[in-house]
């Protein structure tokens, strides 16, 4: 379980990014956060993972929270199985390095998420979705209950944005714990349980996904006319996509 206990975070020179933020992330669950640019998604994960410290309020959670970035290459040639050594942190003793056990559950979590074949390719030369699923993989060596990702499908095609999507599940599936942030409200109305809209410092609000994702608070949220659909699945069941009318944007 992570909690964010009425937690605010403030730049000094530009103010409050937001105030007031309450959620829980319990396990075997996905909580999004959406809003435009600009206003504190990155900040509120980032303080999620214990990566920044709220000015106000309290962050807690049982054991530990492994983080994930954007991917963005990297500058430094390391393996991709290096990269995912590295979430072992927490495991190695002061001045210790990695041992055999370290590397084995690295290994382990590559090949559970798919990306065991890349062991060896450095971490540069990967695409942007090899990048970001090595990424979750060094989460997931991190052994943590709680998996906070900031904005996981950023740049990747539609194919890789379904990889990432149902590996999600399939995690969840086995009971760990979801905060991510997306500038795709379809992902998080196919995805998550739970929806954070951030529209302002003190305009922070949260709740069901269902309750949460209405064309009204989306199109106040984005600015521009949003709208739901509901369609049939080829399996059979009705499911809810989102359509945005461009061109349509709100004074």
């Not at 007031?20 to 509120?44: C, Q």
Request: hydrophobic residues 40%.
């Amino acid at each position: 379980m992570l909690e964010l206990d009425d937690i605010g975070f403030c730049y000094p020179e530009s103010g409050w990014v937001f105030r007031h933020v309450s959620l829980k992330v319990p396990a075997g669950a996905v909580t999004a956060v959406l809003g435009p640019n600009g206003r504190g998604k990155t900040t509120l994960v980032r303080c999620a993972a214990g990566l920044m410290k709220p000015q106000e309020g309290a962050v807690s959670y049982d054991g530990a929270v492994g983080f994930v970035p954007q991917a963005r290459g990297g500058a430094f040639a390391y393996r991709a199985l290096d990269m995912v050594v590295m979430g072992r942190v927490r495991q190695v003793r002061l001045f210790g390095t990695p041992t055999r056990d370290d590397r084995v559950a690295a290994l382990d979590a590559m090949e559970r998420i798919g990306v065991g074949h890349l062991a060896n390719r450095q971490f540069p030369t990967l695409s942007g979705g090899e990048q970001q699923l090595v990424l979750i993989a060094r989460a997931i060596a991190s052994q943590s209950p709680v998996l906070v990702l900031d904005e996981p499908t950023t740049g990747l095609d539609l194919h890789n944005q379904a990889q990432i999507l149902s590996l999600l599940r399939k995690l969840v599936a086995d009971g760990m714990g979801v905060l991510l942030t997306t500038h795709h409200p379809d992902h998080a109305l196919y995805l998550a349980d739970f929806v954070v809209l951030m529209d302002g410092p003190d305009d922070v609000r949260s709740g069901p996904t269902a309750a949460m994702l209405t064309d009204e608070a989306l199109t106040r949220l984005y600015g521009i006319d949003v709208q739901t659909v509901t369609y049939e699945q080829n399996g059979g069941g009705a499911r809810r996509a989102i359509v945005t009318r461009y061109g349509d944007e709100l004074d």
